[in-house]
């Protein structure tokens, strides 16, 4: 036997997740390999007529504490971390009767799923699992000797490598299975952690652990020669990651991005309120807009810009109809996500064989909390949800003219939108829809005026004779630090402006928005997004 080989001769296993259980524990048993078991696990497969015993047999002591202890003994670890053929190791496991354990199955307490449906905190406590992670870290660090798996994918591969090597595993996936092992603790400490800190209300802990599973391995990330995969944590939201993928080719990176990014822009608009449709390019809105069905409110968000829009993503904040999807497969279309499709709009989306349709079964609520990660060099930056709504906010007219009933509702709609455009961020926008949206730029100012040049270069596109900015109104993320910006807009034609203020230029600004003629709101909410 090749020295990297090591027959499995005994298997511990203790699972909450009974799926495929039965059918790998009896391939097992097949192959001569002794089954111990705990609990629950041990009762499912002596049900079956399979032959297991429990590992109270292995330790001389019954589960206690209402099944708190049960492998926490040095007749279980032992098993798992003594070093074969290591003499000093065989002596100890001689002299107390430990008999070696090649081959750990465990799956652990369902603490994430206990969270997500709400349970209460003695029930989340109480589905902290102690037993299994350290029988997982034990295995994982004697996996020389010791193969441990965590996820029930990994019994296909198990079973193969047993029955390709005479009932052995290999050093290889040994190693494979320590890693992921290695993975799944850290990911489920990480959980814990991070569940506890919200329930303190601690916002900066001293340690802060972020993981997650894998969705897909990516071909590649941003760039054909960065590295990449998508991966799901805890937080119930939803989005792309909770998406079912109705057809297309695979997401790449960069679609991930900018289609959660288009969804989480639309989540913005209640559907119970107004349909509505985001239009998203490099992340960045190129469209957005209300209307009275998702067809109309997909009109008006394309016409904001109509060249950008190509080969971007189309989220939309209700069920799909084949009105809507009809019009949005006219031009390229890299995904479209939605709420739901009815049957008829995903047939017509079926003859464009590479378009993604996503549908996630709900919006993402705006309002909610949640964390945010960037990594740095040598650090992550961590930070709570931006969930300001400008329906909560405490809006607060400072020019002498007040502004209109329909540009007050056009400033709220240019405010929602601005919340998702990329600093510095400039939004014009009419009847509920934008007209012109400057991102990104390093000084706001630039921001106003390429928003400008959009919507003279949209009203072309539509051919009409004046600017789609004239009588529009204009949402800025953040204050103004001159005048500038603001009279930018003026000259374009907005007649109104929303902004956070808090500019010690603020009186300067106000000043200026009187004489110009406007109207100005403030939020006293900025809304970065960099």
């Given amino acids: 036997m090749a020295s990297d080989l090591r027959r499995v001769q005994r298997a511990l296993l203790s ?28 009762k499912a497969l002596a049900d079956a007529g399979l032959p297991v015993k429990d590992v109270s047999d ?20 032992g098993g798992l971390l003594a070093i074969r053929e290591n003499p000093e190791h065989e002596a100890a496991m001689l002299a107390h009767g430990i008999g070696p354990i090649d081959l750990l199955v465990v799956n652990l307490y369902p603490f994430e799923a206990t969270v997500a449906k709400g349970g ?26 010791v193969a441990v798996v965590v996820d029930v994918s990994d019994y296909a591969s198990v079973l193969e490598t047993l029955q390709g090597h005479a009932g052995a595993t290999t050093l290889d996936l040994r190693k494979r299975l320590a ?8 990911a489920y400490d990480a959980a814990i952690s991070n569940w506890f800190a919200t329930e303190i209300g601690e916002t900066a802990p001293d340690y802060r652990a972020i993981g997650g599973s894998l ?17 799901k944590t805890p937080e119930q939201r939803f989005g792309v990651s909770t998406a079912r993928q109705v057809q297309g080719k695979t997401l790449s990176y960069n679609n991930v991005n900018d289609t959660d990014a288009a969804f989480e822009c639309v989540s913005e608009f209640d559907p119970s309120r107004t349909a509505a449709v985001a239009i998203i390019k490099h992340a960045n809105p190129c ?25 971007g993503i189309v989220a939309l904040n209700g069920k799909l109809d084949a009105r809507a999807a009809a019009e949005i497969v006219k031009i390229f279309t890299e995904v479209i996500i939605a709420p739901d499709a009815d049957e008829e709009a995903i047939q017509l989306i079926a003859a464009k ?78 009847n509920g829809a934008t007209v012109g949206v400057g991102a990104g730029q390093m000084s706001r ?31 800025s993320d953040a204050f103004f630090p001159f005048a500038d910006g603001l009279l930018a807009a003026a000259e374009a034609g907005a007649t109104a402006v929303i902004q956070p203020g808090g500019s010690m230029r603020d009186d300067e600004v106000i000043k200026a928005a009187d004489e110009a003629g406007l109207a100005m709101v403030l939020t006293g909410h900025r809304h970065f997004r960099h």
């Avoid at 589905?127 to 997982?136: L, S, T, V």
């Avoid at 391995?217 to 054909?224: A, D, L, Q, T, W």
């Avoid at 409110?297 to 109509?306: G, N, Q, S, V, W």
């Avoid at 390429?450 to 004779?465: D, H, M, R, S």
Wanted: charged content about 25%.
């Fill in 215 to 231: 969705i897909e391995k990516m071909r590649y990330g941003e760039n054909p020669h960065q590295a990449a995969g998508f991966y």
């Fill in 353 to 430: 064989k590479n378009l993604r349709l996503l549908l996630t079964g709900g919006l993402p609520n705006p309002r909610a909390t949640g964390l945010t990660v960037r990594t740095v060099a040598g650090g992550l930056l961590v930070q709570g949800r931006d969930n300001a709504v400008v329906d909560d906010m405490d809006l607060r007219v400072v020019t002498k003219r007040a502004p209109t009933a329909q540009e007050l509702a056009d400033l709220k709609f240019a405010f929602r939108v601005a919340k998702h455009v990329k600093s510095n961020a400039i939004v014009y926008a009419k």
């Fill in 15 to 42: 699972v909450s997740d009974k799926a495929g259980l039965l059918d790998f524990a009896r391939a097992l048993s097949g192959l001569g390999v002794e089954l111990v078991s705990t609990g629950g696990t041990r």
């Fill in 58 to 77: 292995l330790t001389g002591f019954p589960e206690m504490m209402d099944g708190r202890v049960k492998t926490l003994h040095p007749k279980v670890h």
């Fill in 179 to 186: 890693q992921k092992a290695y993975a799944r603790t850290a």
């Fill in 120 to 145: 209460d905190y003695d029930d989340c406590v109480e589905n902290i699992d102690i037993g299994g992670p350290a029988m997982i870290r034990a295995a994982a660090k004697n996996h020389a000797d």
């Fill in 445 to 475: 100012v630039d921001s106003s005026r390429i928003a400008a040049w959009k919507a003279a270069e949209a009203a072309k596109a539509a051919g009409l004779p004046e600017s789609l900015a004239k009588g529009s109104v204009v949402a």
């Fill in 287 to 311: 469209g957005v807009a209300e209307g009275s069905s998702l067809l109309d409110a997909y009109e008006k968000a394309l016409r904001c810009d109509p060249v950008s829009a190509f080969g």
